[in-house]
């Protein structure tokens, strides 16, 4: 029985995991989709070429915040949903780039794009850790 119960709990663990990395590539895939073209790396830190911030900075941002997956999800997908200006967590972006123009996704969608900003590999645009630095100090 106890071995029985054992290799149930491990089968299950095993199967949280599966869904978790497939979640993962489709908020991977979602993101591409939706996000990249503004928010990738194309450009590097070549603010006459960006029209956004790289998606690096804006985890950054919320992350200091919003540490833990649950209320980082939250938070990025009720931004997609409002982008209100006055709840901003990157002010100097509003002031250089605007206000983020409507991205139209699902809450669905939007929350699994969020999951993949927080668990998910992200590339960082070379430079980004020295302007980072310049524009909030060492880490
Ligand atoms: C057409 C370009 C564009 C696209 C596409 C885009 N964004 Fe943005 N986004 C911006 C700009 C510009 C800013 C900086 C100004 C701001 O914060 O509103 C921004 C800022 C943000 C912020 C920080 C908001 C804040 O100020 O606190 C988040 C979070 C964000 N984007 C998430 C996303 C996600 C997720 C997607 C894909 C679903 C996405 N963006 C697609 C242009 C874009």
Known sequence: MKKFLFITILSLLSISNVSASSENIKGQQLYIKHC??????????????????????????????????????????????????????MRG????????PEVKVSRDEAEKIAAYIYQGKL????????????MHGKQ
């Open 36 to 89: 990249d073209s503004c928010h990738g790396v194309k450009h590097g830190m070549d603010m006459s070429k960006r029209v956004a911030p790289p998606v690096f900075a804006v985890k950054m941002h919320y992350i200091g915040t919003y540490a833990d997956k649950d209320s980082f999800v939250m938070a990025i997908a009720d931004w997609l949903e409002t982008r209100d200006a006055n709840n901003s967590m």
């Open 123 to 134: 590339e960082s645009p070379e430079g980004f850790q020295q302007h980072f630095e310049q």
């Open 93 to 100: 972006a509003v002031r250089r780039f605007g206000v983020m």
